[in-house]
């Protein structure tokens, strides 16, 4: 992210944030800033420290630190969230934004012996079609659960699956819409007693919420101006599971451990909540309780899921099948993931003198200490951002369709990158569609693998990525023109 941040951000730096300047841009589109912490945070702070996560406050700007805690700077400036749209702003008169319109399919023909994207079919919400034309490139920008759709309708993909549906295969690239894969997270809450440590009081209490939206209507600040997450960590978790049977028999390359991190990349990330769950929210309000939680996620997973048309209309939904937790390992990394936390928040100097217990009250997970019990506890309330668990109600079978459960804040790997060798590539690594002229994705559904944090930076690397690439290869084809004139 280092090479991204300095064109990509302005960051607007506080006295109490021990920032990595180097590593920031200061005139990009987003605007970003270090997020005060409320007293809790702190205290959380200091018990990773004193279970050996060494703070480095901008560790999550460099990149640097596998086994450390800080504070993330966040994409949100002046009480507002700044966000892709901010590339977009003062643009030029290139750029037409259609609301409320479906992206159909990209049409293909055949010129000089190849296939190549001419145009885009759109459908407004009255159902009219319209199609527009390009001149040179097309670039899909759906997002993992919907960029294969379009390829799909488009006659890309697996040459059964689309004759099964009706639509007729241009281009048999099996692997649209495979290698789905996603950040799990397992929320654990605790209870404190001791009053403004969290900022529930500020929100969940009294009515306190009516003065909290007229401090942000007004001013653009109080509680409802800034994100109610804390402190971070990341940690490598290899020391603790290397006695663990389906750790230590499983597979792994040389130099990596068997999610296929290297020593000095993350097992799971750690960040923490400053008030109570919406879950069980009228029992914080109603005794004006106090809570807060440690949230573990899952760097790596090991599961793959998939994403498959239901049918040739546009308008219908995509069939979306996670499979969450279907490989071992993921279930057992992120149970001692969660482990761990819950001996950083129940033992860690900062925080161990102030919980009263797990939250709800009637729970009593801040008592576990096997890893069968925290298996059992991701299973039953093992999310994904920012959904309430629980997500699965049988957690040995995931199918999760976008029309009833809420579906991934990180999907990617849909329509990766990969040499032409691959099975399942979909694009080679300059983002372009095997067997397709004029046609690239730019999304996280490029991502053979998923990354190591949240996917906010890296999508926009990958945007600012490909628009470098169509530049160079714009350059490129136009110098390799004006060498053929010069040699007629």
């Excluded at 308008?315 to 950083?344: K, Q, W």
């Excluded at 009250?361 to 920012?386: G, I, M, R």
Aim: net charge negative; hydrophobic share 35%; aromatic share 8%.
């Amino acid at each position: 992210m280092t090479d991204v941040l300095p064109q990509s951000e302005t960051f607007h730096p506080k006295d109490w944030f021990n920032a990595d300047v180097e590593n920031h841009g200061t005139t990009g589109p987003l605007h970003t800033e270090p997020n005060d912490p409320a007293p809790i945070s702190e205290l959380i702070i200091q018990s990773f420290e004193s279970k050996g996560l060494k703070r480095q406050d901008d560790m999550f700007t460099t990149g640097d630190n596998p086994h450390g805690c800080g504070y993330a700077p966040r994409t949100v400036y002046q009480g507002l969230r700044t966000t892709s749209a901010d590339f977009l702003r003062n643009s030029g008169t290139n750029l037409a934004v259609k609301t409320e319109t479906t992206v159909d399919k990209v049409i293909l023909a055949e010129e000089n012996g190849e296939i190549r994207a001419t145009s885009v079919r759109i459908v407004d919400k009255a159902g009219n079609s319209k199609i527009i034309f390009a001149n040179k490139e097309i670039i899909i920008s759906g997002g993992s659960y919907c960029t294969p759709p379009i390829l799909m309708r488009s006659g890309i993909g697996a040459a059964t699956e689309l004759e099964h549906l009706g639509i007729a295969c241009k281009v048999d690239l099996p692997g649209v819409g495979k290698n789905l894969t996603d950040h799990m997270i397992v929320f654990i809450y605790y209870e404190t007693e001791n009053p403004k440590l969290t900022i529930d009081h500020l929100l969940f209490h009294d009515n306190a919420i009516v003065e909290a939206y007229r401090m942000w209507k007004e001013h653009k600040t109080g509680p409802l101006s800034r994100f109610p997450f804390g402190a971070f960590a990341y940690a490598r978790l290899s020391s603790r599971l290397s006695s663990n049977e389906t750790w230590s028999t499983a597979p792994h390359l040389p130099g990596r451990d068997p999610m296929g991190l290297q020593p000095s990349q993350p097992n799971i990330e750690f960040f923490t909540t400053e008030c109570g769950p919406s879950q069980g929210l009228e029992s914080v309000k109603a005794g004006n309780k106090c809570a807060f939680s440690i949230i573990t996620e899952l760097f790596s997973p090991q599961s793959r899921g998939n994403v498959k048309l239901r049918s040739a209309d546009p308008m219908e939904n995509p069939i979306v099948d996670h499979n969450y937790l279907d490989s071992e390992l993921d279930l057992t990394v992120l149970a001692e993931g969660c482990r761990f936390g819950n001996e950083i928040v129940t033992e860690g100097t900062g925080t161990k003198e102030i919980i009263k217990g797990s939250w709800p009250p009637q729970s009593a997970h801040h008592k576990y200490t096997t890893l069968d019990e925290w298996k059992t506890f991701v299973k039953q309330n093992a999310t994904t951002c920012p959904f309430p668990p629980p997500l699965f109600s049988n957690p040995q079978s995931y199918p999760i369709s976008n029309q009833s459960i809420p579906l991934g804040y990180h999907p990617a790997g849909t329509a990766k990158m990969g040499p032409s060798s691959d099975p399942l590539a979909v694009l080679d690594a300059r983002l372009r569609v095997h067997g397709v002229a004029g046609l690239r994705v730019a999304d996280c559904s490029v991502m053979p693998t998923l990354n190591m944090g949240h996917t906010q930076m890296p999508a926009y690397a990958i945007g600012e990525n490909c628009a470098d690439m169509i530049k160079h290869d714009a350059f490129e084809v136009a110098k390799g023109e004006l060498g053929e004139k010069g040699r007629v």
